[in-house]
């Protein structure tokens, strides 16, 4: 007769991250009022204010790669309503805690922008800035920040020249909805804030556009976070 072998596999835990933070407690500093932590998520408006307005947490030089880094989280959007004023939303590693997007900076991350009524064109786009300022970035054309609800993000740093950024539909980061690559200069460095921010300009508008950030996974040095597959009793 014929006999089969089996093996058994089980899924090691993937990577442990080197910073990750689910807002069960506030360990961010914040500037203004519009951005901060609230009922165990990162809650954010990001319609325009006439003061600097965001909210940082300092990961550290040290944890920092300058060429190999993945951050995670959950991007919820309740509301994005175009109104009379447009508006910015960055999340992302920046290499300084200065709040408003028109500040010069090193930045890798998402921009949400919501446009004017009259210009209907709110989108996502990615960016990697250098020495630069946040008001624009690689446009996504399938993920639509107007669809509102949940999205899985994942920025990534893949070398001294690249970073990419990708919206996934799924907690598991299985389901890709869409990924856009930016070409970056390696003088892009000293990345060490985490931060969320708008623009500082004054007249909000009639708009409407705030949600929450929750999740958080920061992994130094690894461009990828897949589990590992280990043989049972090997």
């Known amino acids: 007769s014929n006999s089969t072998s089996s093996a058994r596999f089980d899924a090691e835990s993937a990577r442990t991250p080197t910073f990750e933070d689910d807002f069960s407690s506030d360990n961010w500093t914040d500037v203004g009022t519009q951005i901060g932590v609230s009922g165990g998520k990162m809650a954010w408006n990001a319609l325009r204010s006439g003061s600097n307005q965001g909210s940082y947490y300092d990961i550290g030089t040290a944890n920092i790669s300058e060429t190999e880094w993945i951050l995670d989280f959950t991007l919820d959007i309740d509301a994005m309503t175009e109104g009379s004023a447009n508006a910015y939303f960055t999340i992302g590693l ?23 009524s009259s210009g209907g064109n709110s989108r996502f786009m990615a960016q990697g800035v250098n ?37 996934y539909s799924d907690s598991d980061y299985s389901t890709l909805v869409e990924e856009e690559t930016v070409t970056i200069t390696s003088g892009l460095s000293g990345l060490r804030y985490l931060k969320l921010t708008n623009l500082t300009v004054s007249g909000a508008g009639t708009g409407v556009f705030n949600g929450t950030m929750d999740n958080v996974k920061y992994y130094n040095g690894v461009t990828s976070v897949s589990n590992t597959w280990k043989e049972i009793g090997t």
Do not use: W
């Not at 028109?102 to 991350?109: K, L, P, R, V």
């Open 131 to 167: 020495g630069g300022v946040l008001t624009s970035g690689t446009d996504f054309t399938t993920a639509d920040p107007q669809t509102l609800g949940l999205f899985y993000v994942r920025i990534r740093r893949t070398s001294a020249t690249e970073c990419k950024v990708a919206i």
């Open 94 to 116: 920046s290499d300084t805690a200065t709040m408003n997007v028109n500040t010069s900076q090193d930045h890798i991350g998402l921009l949400t922008y919501m446009d004017t």
